[in-house]
T-cell receptor
Framework: DAKTTQPPSMDCAEGRAANLPCNHSTISGNEYVYWYRQIHSQGPQYIIHGLKNNETNEMASLIITEDRKSSTLILPHATLRDTAVYYCIVRVSTGFQKLVFGTGTRLLVSP | GAVVSQHPSRVICKSGTSVKIECRSLDFQATTMFWYRQFPKQSLMLMATSNEGSKATYEQGVEKDKFLINHASLTLSTLTVTSAHPEDSSFYIC???????????FGQGTRLTVV
């Protein structure tokens, strides 16, 4: 079972920051927070992951609360191509552990 | 990032026939591969996990005799849907993780339609 909860949908205006929340209150000490997104009829795309420090890459920023029970994915300047379903997943970073997807957040970026 | 390629991207088959879907890691060795199924407007559901050279581990409720998984090499895994039925029509997606890899990379998916 997925260990995360996300809002089912969010809207964002093009050019504005999209802030996607995720709750993972039962996260274990060795579990990372991963974010993937799925554009319609494509396979999921890795975005970013982190353990406890905030992370940033060319796609997004990940802000993890100090107690690690929630996180926020930030797309700083959303474009129409960012319209997708965004999945927040918690798992250990290595080994055999599988990725279990929840229902995700459907982000709609509008002009 | 690493590239995972699925083939075919779309396939239509008749009821009762079998169809094979290939998943290849193009620029890395995939020690672990995962197969997912996704119905319209639903999330991805993990079907099975396979390690190269080992038998696949199937999730509860997934029939291993119907969904045959072979992971014979470090760059190729196949999913064969046997005796396909219309209810097997779905979007099938594979992902692969390399040795010591921290994230899994996904193929583009295969849309199967059984008529």
């Amino acid at each position: 079972d997925a260990k995360t909860t996300q809002p089912p949908s969010m809207d964002c205006a093009e050019g504005r920051a999209a802030n996607l929340p995720c709750n993972h209150s039962t996260i274990s000490g060795n579990e990372y927070v991963y974010w993937y997104r799925q554009i319609h009829s494509q396979g999921p795309q890795y975005i970013i992951h982190g353990l406890k420090n905030n992370e940033t890459n060319e796609m997004a920023s990940l802000i993890i609360t100090e107690d690690r029970k929630s996180s926020t994915l930030i797309l700083p300047h959303a474009t129409l191509r960012d319209t997708a379903v965004y999945y927040c997943i918690v798992r250990v970073s290595t080994g055999f552990q599988k990725l279990v997807f929840g229902t995700g957040t459907r982000l709609l970026v509008s002009p | 990032g690493a590239v995972v390629s699925q083939h075919p991207s779309r396939v239509i088959c008749k009821s009762g026939t079998s169809v094979k879907i290939e998943c290849r890691s193009l620029d890395f060795q995939a020690t672990t591969m995962f197969w997912y199924r996704q119905f319209p407007k639903q999330s991805l559901m993990l079907m099975a996990t396979s390690n190269e050279g080992s038998k696949a581990t199937y999730e509860q409720g997934v029939e291993k005799d119907k969904f045959l998984i072979n992971h014979a090499s470090l760059t190729l895994s196949t999913l064969t849907v046997t005796s396909a039925h219309p209810e097997d029509s779905s979007f099938y997606i594979c992902s692969a993780r390399g040795v010591g890899g921290t994230e899994a990379f996904f193929g583009q998916g295969t849309r199967l339609t059984v008529v």
